[in-house]
């Protein structure tokens, strides 16, 4: 399987911006799409993700109420809508796929393929 983010961007606080991930066709069932995001010298925190067949979705705390995950199954596409960006949001922003159970939807451990990142900068 492979992945392809786009969408990052250099922008202001407050600002939004819309990533969006395509992937190649998966072999496997009820699979779902996460997007993680690493600052430098920080480890890769989960941000979003969302369960493809039943669309339910999961947050971090510290996006809970600003981004939006989504998806679109005819382009085979994750969106991740991001409003109200702030510094701290500053990251790569990298999709992945993977087949996690509940306790591992927030885990790199739930995930099998991962996209080449994209870059999203805030300032201030």
């Known amino acids: 399987v492979q992945l392809q983010a786009s969408g990052g961007g250099a922008v202001q606080a407050g600002d939004s911006l819309r990533l969006s991930c395509t992937f190649s066709d998966v072999s496997f069932n009820r699979y779902s799409l996460a997007w993680f995001r690493q600052s430098p010298g920080k480890e890769s925190d989960f941000v979003a993700a969302?369960?493809?067949?039943?669309?339910?979705?999961f947050y971090a705390d510290s996006v809970k109420g600003r981004f939006t995950i989504s998806r679109d199954s005819a382009k085979n596409t994750v969106y991740l809508q991001m409003n109200n960006l702030k510094p701290e949001d500053t990251a790569v922003y990298y999709c992945?796929?993977?087949?996690?159970?509940?306790?591992?939807?927030?885990?790199?451990?739930?995930?099998?393929?991962w996209g080449q990142g994209t870059q999203v900068t805030v300032s201030s």
């Open positions: 992945s796929i993977g087949a996690p159970i509940n306790s591992q939807i927030r885990a790199h451990s739930g995930y099998y393929y």
């Open positions: 969302i369960r493809w067949s039943s669309r339910t979705t």
